[in-house]
Every structure is written in structure tokens, then in C-alpha cells.
């Protein structure tokens, strides 16, 4: 018998890329996070978590979608900005669907930088706008929508709350509909391409930040240097935390070295839940100079 040529028949498997861009702190990570339903992308309050480009799975009954969340998009600055701008490019070369995260306000120049870079692409572009929840006046996001259709042509718009998960399902939903008809392109289990060690370097990182809040800008790396699965199946974990200033060491140590203690345990726990398994976790801090402009260090912790 013929197979049926109707692509709208609800039997089509649908699947693809699609790449999570938007400005810093707008909530991409986060949208991540709650589209995938796991915890793969380290979410701060502070702008410029995310480094490096992480991709996550979702998978519905009739498709599979392949996520990447990008570092947010900013004037680069110095050499590690200028990776982070190269990383988010690159994505947008390989997927064929967009989502422009932005807050529910009218785009500020951030905004507009992102916009710039996405005049030309020629792929399908949701506007996503986030953070609903934070709206009092429902009118308002009107408003934020106008403002936005003046600069690109979006086939969809969608309101969301990343936190709360409102309007993800719409987002998911609406998102399968624009993708092609192709294969599973991950099987079922995998959820992302992070490995634990980065995983769990990662957490270090995001418990760091949310430890000495506003003391130490962006200048936190995390290495992890040795990675043990003992016998009796605990894991011992040991990582460097470079920093640029000897201060910024005193910061992160904290006074009686309670920080450092603090951050420690709380993601020696997050990583337990991550591994399934007791850890031991060691961390050393190093202060490099200017590791953020230093191109070998760059590549020594990673960064393409
Ligand atoms: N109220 C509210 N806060 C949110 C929502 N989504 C994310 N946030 C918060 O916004 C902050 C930034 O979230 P991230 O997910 O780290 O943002 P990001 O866009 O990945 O940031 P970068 O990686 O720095 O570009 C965090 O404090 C989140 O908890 C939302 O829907 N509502
Ligand atoms: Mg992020």
C-alpha cells in the first residue's frame, strides 16, 4: 500500500533544531530547563551566565526537539565575549527554527543588537516573550509585541513564563508545527550533550555566583581536574576555580572560609542528584591573571 503523502496527517514524525537567542538575563536557560523538564542549563539572576552553547531533547509522541540554549548577546568586550558572540552564530547557521527570548518591555539596545543579527537569517523566528508573570497590566504586552513587529517578521508570537511554565506547552506545540518531517535524531534517554563533569563544574560555578552575589563579576572559571569513581561508588570530585585578582580569592573563601564552605556543600549536592551517586567534592581556588583574555587558558577550560 501507498504511503500516505499528506503532511498533515497527525501520524508524520516531526523533528529538528532550534536555537534559544536573546539578549542576557531574559530567561533562556530557564526556558530550557522547563521545556526539557531537567535541570541542563545553570540559571543565575546575574546577565552572561551562560557560556558555552548547551543543547537539550524534548520529546513528544509525534516529534523530537533538539534545543540550543546560547550565551546572551552582548557587546563583546573582551576575548571571551567574542567566543560567546561566535558560539551563538554558529547555531543560528545550523536550525531551522529561532526563538527571539526577550522581556515583556520594549526592546532596549541590547534587544536591538540581537535584532541586527538576526535581519538577515533566513530561518522561521517565534518572538517569544518572557516573564508574563512579572505583568501587571496584560495591555502592556501589546504593546511589547507592536514594538517588536516593527523591526522582524515573526510567524509566531508567544507569550510564556519560563518559570512558572505557562504557555510553554503552546510553545512546544506550535514550535512542532513549523519543524520538517525527520528522524529521532537522539534516542529517548538522552536529554543533553552535557557531560557530568561539565555538568557538575557548572554547578560549582552557579552556587559561586549566587554566593558572593555582585563581588566577583564574571571572572569565575571552574576546571575540574580529577574525577574518581571509587569502589564503593562514591565519586571524588576535585576542581580549580580560577579567579583574575587574589581579592577575589578572600570573596570566595568568605570569612572563616564559610562561603566557600556554603557553595561547596550546596553543590556537592546538586551534583549527587545529578550522578546518582555520594560525592566528595575538593575545590582549589588559583588566581590567573587575565584568564578571560588569555586565549590558551580560554582553550584549556574548554571554550571553542
Ligand atoms: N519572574 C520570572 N523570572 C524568570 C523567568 N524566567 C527566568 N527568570 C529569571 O531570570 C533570571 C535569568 O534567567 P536565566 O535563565 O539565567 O537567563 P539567560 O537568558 O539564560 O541568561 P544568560 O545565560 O546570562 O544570557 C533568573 O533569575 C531566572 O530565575 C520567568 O518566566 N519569570
Ligand atoms: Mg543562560
Not at 541542563?40 to 543543547?55: C, D, F, G
Not at 507569550?159 to 503552546?170: I, L, Q
Not at 546538586?270 to 555520594?278: K, Y
Amino acid at each position: 500500500m501507498a504511503v500516505s503523502s499528506d503532511k498533515n496527517t497527525a501520524s508524520i514524525f516531526r523533528s529538528g533544531f532550534v536555537a534559544i537567542m536573546g539578549k542576557p538575563n531574559v530567561g533562556k536557560s530557564t526556558l530550557l530547563n522547563t521545556i526539557t523538564g531537567q535541570k541542563i542549563a545553570i540559571v543565575t539572576s546575574r546577565p552572561q551566565t551562560t557560556r558555552n552553547r548547551i543543547m537539550g531533547v524534548k520529546n513528544v509522541p509525534n516529534g523530537q526537539i533538539v534545543l540550543f540554549d546560547t550565551p546572551g548577546i552582548h557587546a563583546p568586550l573582551h576575548t571571551l565575549g567574542r567566543f560567546i558572540l561566535k558560539t551563538s552564530m554558529d547555531t543560528v547557521s545550523e536550525v531551522e527554527l529561532i526563538y527571539l527570548v526577550v522581556n515583556p518591555a520594549s526592546p532596549d539596545e541590547d534587544d536591538i543588537s540581537v535584532i541586527n543579527m538576526l535581519k538577515d537569517v533566513k530561518k522561521v523566528l517565534f518572538l517569544v516573550v518572557n516573564k508574563i508573570d512579572m505583568l501587571r497590566d496584560k495591555s502592556a504586552l501589546l504593546c511589547v509585541i507592536d514594538a517588536y513587529r516593527k523591526f522582524l517578521n515573526f510567524e509566531e508570537i508567544i507569550p510564556v513564563s519560563a518559570k512558572s511554565g505557562s504557555g510553554v506547552d503552546v510553545l512546544i506545540s506550535e514550535s512542532l508545527r513549523y519543524l520538517p518531517e525527520g528522524p529521532r535524531y537522539y534516542p529517548d534517554e538522552v536529554v543533553t550533550d552535557v557531560f557530568e563533569r561539565f555538568m557538575a563544574s557548572e554547578t560549582i560555578r552557579e552556587k559561586l555566583m549566587d554566593y558572593t552575589h555582585d563581588e566577583i563579576p564574571h571572572s569565575i572559571a571552574v576546571d575540574v581536574v580529577r574525577w574518581q569513581e571509587k569502589k564503593s561508588g562514591l565519586i571524588s570530585i576535585s576542581a580549580n576555580i580560577l579567579v583574575e585578582k587574589p581579592t577575589q580569592k578572600g570573596i570566595i573563601i568568605g570569612k572563616n572560609g564559610r562561603t566557600l564552605k556554603a557553595a561547596g556543600t550546596k553543590a556537592r549536592k546538586e551534583i549527587e542528584d545529578i550522578v546518582g551517586a555520594r560525592v566528595y567534592l575538593d575545590l582549589f581556588i588559583k588566581v590567573k591573571k587575565n584568564w578571560r583574555k588569555d586565549v590558551s587558558a580560554l582553550k584549556d577550560l574548554g571554550f571553542k
